[in-house]
């Protein structure tokens, strides 16, 4: 079982940078793709970034690509999301998810683990 938890989110302007964090409880985090998606009210959830265990490939959503930067220290179980140039439609409830996996997916039904959610909104 893996437990996940997301730190770092709050209430920023446009235009602003906000890094937050995923930690998990497992034995060999390195073994683990972790994804980051996104919810807003009344909308599905939706994928922003992704990276494999070991090889550190990363993967985007066209929305997010060249303004958020997806990153890992498997010494310390923790992914993280940088965030930059927000904007008020980046605000939604931001989750992180792992699988046991050398592939990384965009769609959250491939993954079993995931957080709580953190809340980041963006205000214009």
């Known amino acids: 079982q893996v437990q996940l938890v997301e730190s770092g989110g709050g209430l920023v302007q446009a235009g602003s940078s906000l890094k937050i964090s995923c930690t998990a409880s497992?034995?060999?985090?390195?073994?683990?793709?972790v994804g980051w998606f996104r919810q807003a009210p009344g909308k599905e959830r939706e994928f922003v970034a992704a990276?494999?265990?070991?090889?550190?490939?990363?993967y985007y959503a066209d929305s997010v690509k060249g303004r958020f930067t997806v990153s890992r220290d498997n010494a310390k179980n923790t992914v993280y999301l940088q965030m930059n140039s927000l904007r008020p439609e980046d605000t939604a409830v931001y989750y992180c998810?792992?699988?046991?996996?050398?592939?990384?997916?965009?769609?959250?039904?491939?993954?079993?683990?995931w957080g709580q959610g953190t809340q980041v909104t963006v205000s214009s």
């Open positions: 998810a792992a699988e046991s996996s050398v592939v990384v997916y965009n769609d959250p039904r491939r993954y079993r683990y």
């Open positions: 990276i494999r265990g070991t090889s550190r490939l990363t």
């Open positions: 497992v034995r060999t985090f390195s073994n683990y793709a």
